[in-house]
């Protein structure tokens, strides 16, 4: 049953990565950004892609029970984007060890208390 989201979540990261690698070899930031940030389909995007890491984040405060672990992968979220998401969803998915309700619900699940 975990396996396909597993798997899924494992694609997601590869692709990431390898998206991120060729933006950083064949791209130029600062040049392309000022082509993009003017345009208003861009701004929206950004919009989306903030309010995604905003949502992802509040379940991320949710669900841990250290606030400095929280804390980094807010961070981490927001500098590798959804890398970073599907990461935290995979090691959460791994640690649940099935049960999704302590996958979605984290320390505040019964049956994670003590893990």
Known sequence: MLMRPLLLLF?????????IAYAMIY???????K???PLPWFQLS???????FFLFGGWILFRES??????????????????????????ALIGSRGNWMAFWMGHH???????
């Open 27 to 33: 791209g130029s930031f600062w040049e392309e950004a």
């Open 46 to 52: 950004m919009i989306d892609l903030y309010l995604g």
């Open 109 to 115: 699940d019964p049956a994670m208390q003590g893990s």
């Open 11 to 19: 694609l997601g990261a590869i692709i990431m990565i390898l998206a």
């Open 66 to 91: 250290s606030r400095g672990k929280a804390i980094g992968w807010i961070v981490a979220l927001c500098l590798l984007g959804n890398l970073a998401a599907c990461v935290y969803a995979l090691l």
């Open 35 to 37: 082509v993009l940030f």
